[in-house]
């Protein structure tokens, strides 16, 4: 017989002394909790089972001398059952510990007991929970032990105006790079070795973005078709690394996070997670219990005031997380702490993050979570970024959230795409994202950094694929096709798909070094999508959430155009590092009274003069001039970009301060060309950008 003592309330989750483990869980409305201690990760019977003390603040809690590191365990939770005030209590089901920092694998539908003696698909009528026992189906939480050696491993704390953001996939990423190790390949550590650091640092990334690492569930009806949750925005573990990227079993992949972290970092690259603390695997009403619904469904989720058996969802995923209660606001502030504390990431980009900021249905910008987030030590120094919307009332948040936060900035790809296709009354647009969106975020104290400036990323298109399909191909996703956005912005240049016309595969090559010229010389922070340097296509699925294939996976076997790509790729964020007026911490300054001459910011047209009000607001005006100057008001660079269909000849004006213009980059050309100096005009093709740097002389 085990040996069992009262334990701590705190810390919670399982916490193991060096000498036995306290376990705690928190809910306030059950009338008991059990422990289950397991053998295996695939056992549907507990070897133990063990009643839990309850506190006065509503945590259940016991100490086991003996227990440690590698022990399995889950809980079963007692209470009332009445989905018409929200209850959902339910000992069948093993549940997850919201706290553990480790499970044992995938949930395995396919072992769902047989068929269930009462419907659960309406609540309203269900008059009891049901009584399939999950435990065969359900992953394990593990026991770890947190011991590093971190061996003096320190943020690498990289500016903001000095950030590339290279948002991947941990295994989309690695899965087929032939010099990554093959135990290695779709692992932390496959991320972490040499061939794929130096891919980064030539690029001259900063910071990786992962894609959700926080422990997943694949979907029923996505298993049912053989597919996967690959993207991995169904978290059920805000604490535990998803155990799909670990190359050890049972709780190895603790330690393997920490140590790609800690060799990122011994490279100069800061990680950023992807969270995802606006819903859960569980889904809506008919969802499985996996974790919070059957720990305190009341405590952790929006129920619908008028029908607390239902789920108020501005996620589109079933459900969401309710940040106003304290014991959720608890779990995502603890969360993050463990994240920047103990496995020492350096920051966070929120997943549809104005749910962080409803009070009962609005979005307030001065919501407590921010003022928590501010205030916790440990957090006021890592990189914050939202993804500024949802599905709620007025959810498209972009401008909104509060100084020391960034946001992903939909308003620079949509505006971009929207003039390298050749849309009309695009060039204010344009002047704007290229600028640093002013319009956004001047006006709430923030400056060009709180724009995350990107053209692609997971969600949607990949660049090659921008240039290449006018509509989506998600036929794969066995949702007829209905499933991913029909807003795309893209242009296919004349054939939808691969195309063998010279002319087609030309212009297309050329419009994807467009977007990457323009996502380099824009104020602001950039990022690239993983892949997009490569040329990647997934053949036109906008939506690939679910495919774990190589249809999602990075192919490292260039093409020769693949090759200039990436050699393209390079040479323009290069370039971006060595103008410094390109990493600007604040705007331009608004200079309408002095003659364009002297302004350190200045819009041209074709023929070299000051763009006009009417100038602006012509609709067809497809051709802009940018001319930077510093703030002694030397010129520093010239861009003139063609959204049209012609080519154009464009006047280069000449200061009269000493010195010559040379032309640098034109992306007609398959890679940058040599300087060519002291040009009259420059001629622009059409859907290209051309660069001229300038050269001043004593």
Known sequence: ???????????????????????????????????CLFAEPADAAASERIELHRDDGGVWHAYLPGVGPGQLYGYRAHGPYAPELGHRFNPAKLLLDPYARALSGPVHWERVPGPAQVSDTDPRIQPAPDPRDTAGMMPKSIVVDAAFDWAGDQHPRTPWERSLIYECHVKGMTMLHPEVPEELRGTYLGLATEPIIDHLQRLGVTAVELLPVHHAVTEP???ALGLVNYWGYSSIGYFAPDSRFASQAL?????????????????????????????????????????????????????????????????????????R??????????SLRYWVGEMHVDGFRFDIAPVLARADTMVDPAAPFFDFVR????????????????????????????????????????GVRRFWRGDQATAGELASRLTGSSDLYEAGGRGPLASVNFVTCHDGFTLHDLVSYETKHNEANGE?????????????WGVEGPAEATQTVRRRERVK?????????SLGVPMISQGDELGRSQAGNNNAYCHDS???????????????????????????????????????????????????????????????????????????????????????????????????????????????????????????????????????????????LWEARQ
């Open 480 to 492: 007829g096709n209905r499933d991913g956005s029909d807003h795309n912005l893209s242009r296919n």
């Open 375 to 414: 205030r916790e030590p440990l957090l006021s120094g890592v990189k914050l970024i939202a993804e500024p919307w949802d599905l709620g009332p007025h959810g498209y948040s972009v401008g909104r959230f509060p100084a020391g936060w960034a946001e992903w900035n939909g308003k620079y790809r949509d």
């Open 1 to 35: 017989m085990i040996q069992v003592s009262p334990g701590r309330p705190s810390p919670l989750g399982a916490a193991w002394d060096g000498e036995g483990t306290n376990f705690a869980l928190p809910s306030a409305h059950a009338t008991a909790v059990d422990l």
């Open 251 to 323: 709780g190895g992949q603790v330690t393997e996070f920490k140590t790609m972290v800690a060799r990122l970092h011994q490279a100069g690259l800061e990680v950023i997670l992807d969270v995802v603390y606006n819903h859960t695997a569980e889904g809506d009403h008919r969802g499985p219990t996996l974790c919070f619904r059957g720990v305190d469904n009341v405590a952790y989720y929006r129920l619908d005031p008028d029908d607390p058996s239902r789920y108020i969802d501005y996620t589109g995923c079933g459900n969401t997380l309710d940040i």
């Open 325 to 334: 209660r304290p014991r959720t606001l608890d779990l995502v502030l603890d």
């Open 221 to 223: 009806r996505l298993a």
């Open 550 to 692: 190589p249809l999602t996976w990075l192919d490292w076997r260039l093409t020769p155009a693949q090759r200039h790509l990436l050699e393209f790729t390079r040479n323009v964020f290069a370039l971006r590092r060595q103008i410094p007026e390109l990493n600007r911490s604040a705007f331009f300054p608004h200079e309408q009274s002095a003659s364009w001459e002297n302004k350190q910011l200045a819009w041209l047209r074709v023929d070299g003069t000051e763009m006009t009000a009417d100038d602006w607001h012509d609709p067809s005006r497809h051709v802009l001039g940018m001319l930077i100057r510093d703030e002694t008001h030397d010129p520093v660079l010239l861009l003139w970009l063609n959204g049209g269909g012609r080519s154009v000849e464009c006047s280069v004006p000449v200061p009269a301060r000493p010195g010559s213009w040379s032309s640098v980059l034109d992306t007609e050309q398959d890679l940058m060309r040599g300087p060519q100096t002291s040009p009259e005009c420059v001629r622009v093709a059409p859907h290209a950008l051309v660069l001229l």
């Open 513 to 521: 070094r467009d977007f990457l010229a323009t996502l380099a010389f």
